[in-house]
């Protein structure tokens, strides 16, 4: 996760729903959202969904593609104020959306947080991608977190659209990147 250079909004979005709850996907699948601390049965799941992965939906670097360094970038991700959603279908984890407290930050200071998430292919353009970010938010709201930031690469036209509908907005764009942000609290 890196550092956030643009601004944020003034007014704050939401309200969001906080896991654990499910809904019907598009494709009529029902799809639980729950929290995780990234350990045991849940960690395994987690890493088996990333070893599925497909390649061509990996951005910036992450996910990673071996197991050992999967595991290792999934150690960053467990800390004491990071926050970590999963998608489930039935046993089988589908989807992690993540939170991590910004690095220009300290446990005292920390107002702002870096999204990610990421959506196995064959579960993409359901509706998962949005319900998952959205409960992400919940908990981060829930965890009386102000802003939440990403980027993404500015020709991912799906990933943009989830971050818009669920309220996100450009706050600074470059050649190959945007970053979007969003409010949470007032």
């Known amino acids: 996760m890196t550092d956030r250079d643009g601004s944020f909004p003034e007014t704050p979005a939401g309200p969001f729903e906080r896991p654990p709850r499910s809904f019907v996907d598009g494709d009529g699948q029902t799809i639980e959202l729950v929290e995780t601390d990234l350990a045991g049965e849940q960690r395994d799941a987690v890493v088996a969904m990333y070893e599925r992965f497909d390649p061509a939906d ?25 926050l970590n959603v999963v998608a489930r279908d039935g046993d ?14 300290t446990p005292e200071t920390i107002d702002a947080y870096e999204l990610a998430i990421f959506v196995e292919s064959a579960y993409q353009n359901v509706g998962i991608g949005t319900e998952l970010t959205s409960a992400l938010l919940g908990d981060a709201a829930a965890a009386d977190v102000e802003y939440v930031w990403l980027t993404v690469e500015r020709w991912n036209d799906p990933a943009v659209a989830v971050y818009r509908e669920v309220g996100f907005e450009v706050v600074e764009s470059t050649s190959f990147e945007l970053e979007m942000a969003i409010r949470l609290t007032a």
């Not at 990996?58 to 990673?64: L, V």
């Not at 089988?92 to 930050?105: K, N, Q, S």
């Open 58 to 82: 990996r951005a910036q670097g992450i996910p990673p593609i071996e197991r050992d360094a999967i595991e290792r970038w999934l150690d960053e991700l467990i800390c004491e104020h990071c």
């Open 92 to 105: 089988r984890v589908i989807g992690h959306a993540m939170a991590v407290p910004d690095e220009t930050g």
